[in-house]
Nanobody, 124 residues
Framework: QVQLVESGGGLVQAGGSLRLSCAAS????????MGWFRQAPGKDREFVAA????????SYAGSVKGRFSISRDNAKNTVNLQMNSLNLEDAAVYYC?????????????????WGQGTQVTVSS
């Protein structure tokens, strides 16, 4: 069982940056691939970024590649999403998720555990 708690969301101007964090409970955090997804009002949940068990492999959605960076610290049971050059299309609720596998997972159905989400609002 893994419990996930996101933090770091908020209001930011277009072009600005935010850093999301996800704290995981449990002693087997390093056994999970981790991911970030987002959902805007009226839209489906979409993949944002993923990282494998030890952090040496990452994957990004095309819309965020070059602007967002995912990282993890297995000693602290945390995964972070650094978001730069934010635009209006990035506004959404962002969810942290854990998949019971060592390799990257880029689709939501591979993830067993989800956080409650953190709101990111981007103003023009």
């Amino acid at each position: 069982q893994v419990q996930l708690v996101e933090s770091g969301g908020g209001l930011v101007q277009a072009g600005g940056s935010l850093r999301l964090s996800c704290a995981a409970s449990g002693r087997t955090f390093s056994s999970y691939a981790m991911g970030w997804f987002r959902q805007a009002p009226g839209k489906d949940r979409e993949f944002v970024a993923a990282i494998n068990w030890n952090g040496d492999d990452t994957s990004y959605a095309g819309s965020v590649k070059g602007r967002f960076s995912i990282s993890r610290d297995n000693a602290k049971n945390t995964v972070n999403l650094q978001m730069n050059s934010l635009n209006l299309e990035d506004a959404a609720v962002y969810y942290c998720a854990a998949a019971p596998r060592y390799t990257i997972a880029t689709t939501w159905d591979l993830y067993n555990y989800w956080g409650q989400g953190t709101q990111v609002t981007v103003s023009s």
